[in-house]
């Protein structure tokens, strides 16, 4: 199972499954706690990540 690396070093697990949205241009893979975003131009395409919040830790 893949994890998630916060900036104190702990890992969180992400759960394996999620839900799949497309609408074009952007094809959205979202899972709880994070959220993986494609999207297609003409210069290509891009990947990104939105994470939901910010892990715990030492501010």
Known sequence: ?????SIVGEASALPP???VT???PVARFVR???TEEYS???DGV???FVVA??????A
Do not use: E, H, N
């Open 40 to 42: 297609l131009s003409v």
């Open 1 to 5: 199972m893949p994890a998630l690396r």
């Open 46 to 48: 891009r990947q990104g």
């Open 32 to 34: 709880p706690g994070l």
């Open 17 to 19: 499954t999620g839900q």
């Open 22 to 24: 497309a609408a074009a």
């Open 53 to 58: 919040a910010l892990p715990a830790g030492p």
